[in-house]
């Protein structure tokens, strides 16, 4: 059974960072997909970075330069620096994980199959 576990989320004033990680467990596919993804209120859920067992990551446009994904793999765990948080970026923030396809966009929320509970970023002004 996959489990991630979000930790990590919380307030912040504008300017500031915070570090996301995602405790992964159970996955036992050879290839994956791991991404972080946000959904704020009344918005869709979007894809913020992602990277895959080749290493590739992969980010939106609204957080590159800001947010870095990476991975642990002695802890199997994903983490996501965000740094110079913006209000912009206050959301349900969750760790998704999926076997390896070709071609696929990694930052849409519907290739992931496994999900985290979410953690919350808030970020004021």
């Known amino acids: 059974q996959v489990q991630l576990v979000e930790s990590g989320g919380g307030s912040v004033q504008a300017g500031g960072s915070l570090r996301l990680s995602c405790v992964v467990s159970?996955?036992?596919?050879?290839?994956?997909?791991l991404g972080w993804l946000r959904q704020a209120p009344g918005k869709e859920r979007e894809g913020v970075a992602c990277l895959n067992s080749d290493g590739k990551t992969t980010y939106a446009d609204s957080v590159k330069g800001r947010f870095i994904v990476s991975k642990d793999n002695i802890k199997t765990t994903l983490y996501l620096q965000m740094n110079s948080l913006s209000p912009e970026d206050t959301a349900m923030y969750y760790c998704?994980?999926?076997?390896?396809?070709?071609?696929?966009?990694?930052?849409?929320?519907?290739?992931?199959?496994?999900w985290g509970q979410g953690t919350q970023v808030t970020v004021s002004s």
């Open positions: 998704a994980a999926r076997p390896w396809v070709e071609a696929a966009d990694c930052l849409k929320p519907a290739l992931f199959g496994f």
């Open positions: 159970g996955y036992t596919y050879g290839t994956y997909y």
